[in-house]
DNA sequence: GAGTGGTCTAGACCACCCT
DNA sequence: GGGTGGTCTAGACCACTCG
């Protein structure tokens, strides 16, 4: 475990831990360097990676502090699919409906930069947050970087069995959101009424290599969803 | 100007002007301490931002990449009020309906921690994206670090005039995001019907010393807006 | 002015990719 | 094994805040 990950860690956990308020001050550097054995460079990044988290932020000439979340019940857009989704606290479950190895679309042939003749497993689940029902998603995983997936695995998280068990790297995603109004199809997949408002969304996510191995879809639950979503300071 | 981000931005502009795809690797850190010298540390930095900025992607042992959205159209909710909207230019124009001082309501009290007796100016505003109607937003702005607003300044750019005349830094932001139908009186401004859908978005603003100083409602019409938004690895 | 964070350097060493 | 990015250090100096 890198050094400065292990600081970061360490200092979001004793701020849950200690359920210290936003505003609350941190130790200051050489306190910190003290406690960690490191360098001050270190302490800087370790902070860094918690200020750009939304977890504290930095006044200089003043200090290092809490920052926290007023709203409780929020999704949070950023963190990638089911990592770190510890702290706030949702129970995720999925109802499978399809998974089948294809030829993809066109437009998702498009995204993920397919050879023509590669295949892609589709995978088409409802997702429900708490017992209820969040959203219908519709993924496609390129072969070459997923060569398995079966029912059994796609009714868990299929981002940790390609994190532990296929061993890949989850770099980065775009995400693009809509609304619109639900169509028959969706609607009554979501139990909702044909003309009901809905979030949709299109992403596609990326290995660290920068190669695209997932196109998903989704539509959302509006009654059943809300988001939440930090910025911090674009200049660290 | 600081090194770091004056590289940073030359990088960027270099992307952007040669329009370079996806994928193009640029220079290797040796090539670029030699071009702006300064040390590594220094560009490791400057593409840190970038990686986290969405720009670029850096794979170690192999070398740092362009990053490039696919499509356009889209608003990045990243991005804070107006900053940095130069490259997809969208035009945003505004018709303010209210700039008034008022004791705020309550919610507003308390997002804002305002003192009970404390004023704020109260903003309300239809804003355009290329001519036809974006959102309908209500913004409250803390007296003690806003102490001016009129008419004339809530026309443009109000992030620019704190940013720009009040000389103020803005810090990070929190932002809420929820769909729902319309009632009858946003729906009469956004010139949408009853029950259509719409995204709610609420939103907290906070300078970098970490006071909060402008509390936000607003509601998109679904059909003018469509939103655009990145993560990267979250461990740089 | 004392205290606190921010920038920048030079250089050692590590980890990963590719051929 | 050669190339490339990533981590970490020690220390100089800068910039801001606050009493």
Redesign the pocket.
Same mark, same amino acid.
């Given at each position: 475990m890198?050094?400065? @990950?292990e600081i970061a860690l360490n200092i979001e956990k004793k701020i849950v831990q200690q359920d210290l308020k936003q505003g609350t001050k941190?130790?200051?550097? @050489?306190e910190m360097i003290q406690e960690y *054995?490191?360098?001050?460079? /270190?302490i800087?990044?370790a902070?860094t990676i918690l200020e750009q988290r939304g977890v504290i932020y930095?006044?200089? *000439?003043? *200090?290092?502090f809490v920052r926290r979340k007023r709203k409780y019940g929020y999704i949070n857009v950023i963190e990638n699919q089911g990592f770190t989704t510890d702290l706030d606290d949702f129970t995720i479950t999925s109802q499978v409906l399809t998974v089948e190895k294809i030829l993809p679309p066109k437009n998702v042939q498009e995204n993920l930069a397919l050879k023509t003749e590669e295949q892609v497993f589709h995978v088409k689940r409802i997702r429900f947050i708490n017992e209820q029902i969040l959203c219908l998603e519709e993924s496609y995983f390129c072969e070459s970087v997923v060569p398995y997936l079966n029912e059994e695995i796609a009714g868990g998280s299929i981002f940790h069995y390609l994190r532990d068990a296929l061993k890949l790297?989850i770099g980065f995603s775009d995400k693009y959101l809509k609304v619109k109004k639900l169509n028959a199809e969706h609607a009554q997949t979501l139990k909702l009424q044909l003309d009901d408002p809905a979030m949709y969304s299109e992403e596609l996510f990326y290995l /660290?290599?920068g190669k695209p191995f997932d196109y998903s879809k989704t539509v959302y639950h509006y009654q059943h969803s809300q988001f939440f979503l930090q910025s911090s300071n674009l200049? @660290?």
């Open positions: 890198l050094k400065y @990950n941190l130790p200051n550097f @050489n *054995g490191v360098s001050k460079s /270190t800087v990044k902070l930095q006044v200089q *000439g003043s *200090g290092v790297n /660290t290599s200049n @660290n």
